[in-house]
C-alpha cells in the first residue's frame, strides 16, 4: 500500500503556498490580530487527511487553515474570513482561528485543546448516525498538559469512539520547551487509556500516510480511537513575529537593543542570587538556540522532501507548481477584490 505521491505533493504545496499569501497579507497590515501558520506541518495534515472520506469529519486547532483547505473548503471564502470580509467561510466573525464549514464537516478553535472534545462529538454522531464513518483532531503537544483533551481520550477509549487523535509535536509550548513542563511521554499517556499508538517523523509524508492508513482504517471499522504522534519543525514559531523567531534570524540587529538592559538586570543588587540569573541566562541562550535550528532546512521541510523524491519528468513538476501557484494567487486577488469592492459600497 503507497501513497499517489504526486496528489500528496500538489496538496502539500496548495497549503504551504495559502499560508505563505496569509503570510504576505499579515505582513502588509491587511490581516489584523495574531496569525498562526502550520508551515512545516504539511506532511502530517495531509499524510493523515488524505485518507479520510465524505461524511468523515474533522476538529482543528487554531492552525486550522490547512486542514480546512485539504477538506476542499473554498480558498477564497478561507481567505475573505482571515481578511474580516463580511462575505468570508464565517461571515468575517471567525478569524484564521474559529473556521467552521457545517458543509465539510470541519471546525477549528483557538482554544487548546478543544479539538478534544469536538472531534468525540463528531465521532458519536458518526457512530450512532454514519457508521464507517470517522473524525480526526489535531492539536499540539502542549495540549496534551490540558484536561479537556486527556478527558476526550477516556471518553473515547470508553465509549469505542471512531476518532484519531493526531498530535503535531514540535517540542515548543508557545516558548516553552514542552518536555519541561509535560510528566513522562505522550505516547505512555495514549497507551494508559488503552488506545493504540505511533509515532512517525512528520517531515516524511510516506511515514505518516502509512501510520495513520492502519489507525484509521481501525477506528472505522469499529475497533476504537487512536493516538498518531508526529514530529515536526514549525519555522515561524508560535505566530508571525515570535520575538524567539527574530533573534533567531537577525541575532544581532535584535540582541543589540537589548544588551544593555540585560546587563542591567544581571548586575542588579535586588531579586535573584548571581548563581539563579545565570542559570536563567543560560536556559534563554539554550533556547535561542533551539530556535535558530528550528529554522526548515531541507532535511526537515516536508514539502521539499516529497519534491525530491517524486520520479517525474522536471517539465510536468514544475506545470504542476505553476497550477498550484496560479490557484492560490488567483484567490487571493479575487478575495481582495470583493474585500475592496465592499469597502467601496459601505463608504470605507
Not at 504576505?24 to 496569525?35: K, P, T
Not at 476538529?59 to 476542499?72: E, K, P, Q, S
Not at 519528468?313 to 487571493?332: D, I, K, M, Y
Amino acid at each position: 500500500m503507497e501513497p499517489d505521491f504526486i496528489a500528496l505533493y500538489r496538496k502539500m504545496l496548495t497549503c504551504r503556498r495559502v499560508e505563505e499569501a496569509i503570510a504576505d497579507l499579515w505582513h502588509d497590515g491587511r490581516i489584523s490580530g495574531e496569525m498562526h501558520l502550520g508551515i512545516g506541518e504539511e506532511g502530517i495534515n495531509a499524510g493523515v487527511l488524505d485518507h479520510l472520506e465524505d461524511g468523515d469529519a474533522v476538529a482543528l486547532d487554531h492552525r486550522g487553515t490547512a486542514g480546512m483547505v485539504l477538506r476542499g473548503v473554498d480558498l477564497t471564502a478561507i481567505l475573505k474570513e482571515c481578511l474580516g470580509a463580511a462575505d468570508g467561510l464565517c461571515r468575517g466573525m471567525g478569524g484564521h482561528m474559529h473556521l467552521y464549514s457545517k458543509a465539510h464537516l470541519a471546525a477549528s478553535s483557538g482554544i487548546v485543546g478543544a479539538s478534544g472534545p469536538a472531534s468525540c462529538g463528531f465521532a458519536l454522531a458518526a457512530q450512532q448516525l454514519r457508521p464507517g464513518k470517522l473524525a480526526v483532531a489535531f492539536f499540539g503537544e502542549a495540549a496534551m498538559n490540558q484536561g479537556m483533551l486527556l478527558e476526550s481520550l477516556n471518553l473515547a477509549a470508553a465509549w469505542e469512539l471512531p476518532v484519531l487523535f493526531v498530535c503535531r509535536d514540535n517540542g515548543m509550548a508557545i516558548t516553552t520547551p514542552s518536555a519541561s513542563v509535560t510528566g513522562g511521554s505522550l505516547e505512555e499517556r495514549a497507551r494508559g487509556f488503552g488506545l493504540p499508538w505511533a509515532t512517525v517523523d512528520g517531515a516524511d509524508v510516506q511515514s505518516v500516510w502509512l501510520a495513520a492508513a492502519d489507525l484509521i482504517d481501525r477506528a472505522r471499522g469499529g475497533r476504537g480511537p487512536g493516538f498518531l504522534r508526529a514530529t515536526c519543525v514549525r519555522p515561524e514559531g508560535h505566530f508571525l513575529g515570535d520575538p524567539l523567531i527574530r533573534i533567531a534570524r537577525r541575532p544581532v540587529a535584535e540582541l543589540r537593543p537589548r544588551i544593555g538592559p540585560l546587563a542591567s538586570a544581571a548586575t542588579s543588587g535586588q531579586g535573584s542570587s548571581i548563581a539563579q540569573r545565570a542559570a536563567s541566562f543560560g536556559r534563554l541562550a539554550s533556547m535561542f538556540r533551539r530556535v535558530a535550528r528550528s529554522q526548515l532546512g531541507t532535511a526537515r521541510d516536508p514539502v521539499l522532501q516529497l519534491r525530491k523524491r517524486l520520479a517525474i519528468p522536471s517539465a510536468t513538476l514544475e506545470s504542476l507548481e505553476q497550477e498550484v501557484n496560479r490557484l492560490v494567487s488567483g484567490a487571493v486577488e479575487e478575495a481582495l477584490n470583493a474585500l475592496g469592492a465592499a469597502n467601496e459600497e459601505g463608504g470605507v
